[in-house]
């Protein structure tokens, strides 16, 4: 698996992952802060990560070529 296609993999789980907890918010699913804590921090996370990949691909696919 070339880099670009491991890129694309772990944004669309991240993504994927940050939709369903976003869900969970909106629902009105969380029972306790705590949880409700941990599920923002999990998407602080999430954000986080994928503004690393995204910054460290830049230029990336131009070596590729």
């Given at each position: 698996?070339?880099?670009?296609?491991?890129?694309?993999?772990?944004?669309k789980s991240?993504r994927?992952?940050?939709?369903r907890?976003k869900d969970?918010?909106a629902?009105?699913?969380?029972?306790t802060?705590?949880?409700?804590?941990y599920?923002?921090?999990e998407i602080?996370?999430?954000?986080y990560v994928?503004?690393?990949i995204?910054?460290?691909?830049?230029?990336?696919e131009y070596?590729d070529?």
């Amino acid at each position: 698996m070339d880099a670009i296609h491991l890129v694309d993999y772990l944004l669309k789980s991240i993504r994927e992952r940050d939709a369903r907890l976003k869900d969970r918010l909106a629902d009105n699913s969380v029972q306790t802060f705590e949880e409700y804590r941990y599920i923002v921090g999990e998407i602080r996370g999430m954000a986080y990560v994928e503004d690393e990949i995204k910054t460290a691909m830049k230029g990336l696919e131009y070596e590729d070529d």
